[in-house]
Structure formats: C-alpha cells, structure tokens
C-alpha cells in the first residue's frame, strides 16, 4: 500500500492553473513537514515547495510566486495550488516528507502544452 497518493495532475495549455492533492496517513501528516516535489523526463527530482512543521513555506526558485503549498490537518492533506502554469513545469509531481522519508508514490502528471 503506497504511503502517499497523489492526484489533480492533468493537461492544461500555458498560463493555466491546477490544483494537486496528496493524502497520507495522519502519524505521517501531523509529525512531519511536507513537501512536493517534480521530476521530468531526463533530469533529477527536485524540490518545488515545503510545508514547515512549526511556520514558514519554502519553494524552488523556478516558482517565482506561482505556486502555493497548503495542508488540511482535518484531511491529512497535502495541496499544491498552481498559477500560470508554463511548459517547463511539465513533469510528475510527488510529495512526501521533507526529508524524503518515505517511498515515493506513483505521482500524479502535469503536463503544459499549448
């Protein structure tokens, strides 16, 4: 049983928004700061934005105030909201813990083309 899913990737065209979700378990949630993270095809995974336990967000520079991270502790939730979504944001997008805890999960797919 995958320790995170992940899900609201899909198609969009440049300048677009979506909306992904992750869901994990509660321990997972409440003990851990979390993060999202993408890889595309032929590169490295790489930090896109992370939850701190205590306060305080951090995101990858590429962001440029795109996006925004968000939890729901009532739902062990995990949200990654993005705006104006361009073609080099194509990628899968995984969350797990900050510090990469867990096995990864299937991801879910952002891909931007017009």
């Known amino acids: 049983q995958e320790h995170f899913v992940e899900s609201g990737g899909g198609l969009v065209h440049p300048g677009e928004s979506l909306r992904l979700s992750c869901a994990t378990t509660a321990s997972t949630f409440s003990q851990y700061s979390m993060a999202w993270y993408r890889q595309a095809p032929g590169k490295q995974r790489e930090l896109v934005a992370a939850?701190?336990?205590?306060?305080?967000?951090k995101y990858g520079d590429f962001v440029k105030g795109r996006f925004t991270i968000s939890r729901d502790y009532s739902k062990n939730s995990l949200y990654l909201q993005m705006n104006r979504l361009e073609p080099e944001d194509t990628a899968v997008y995984y969350c797990?813990?900050?510090?990469?805890?867990?096995?990864w999960g299937q991801g879910t797919q952002v891909t931007v083309s017009s």
């Open positions: 939850i701190l336990s205590a306060t305080g967000t």
């Open positions: 797990n813990t900050l510090s990469q805890m867990y096995s």
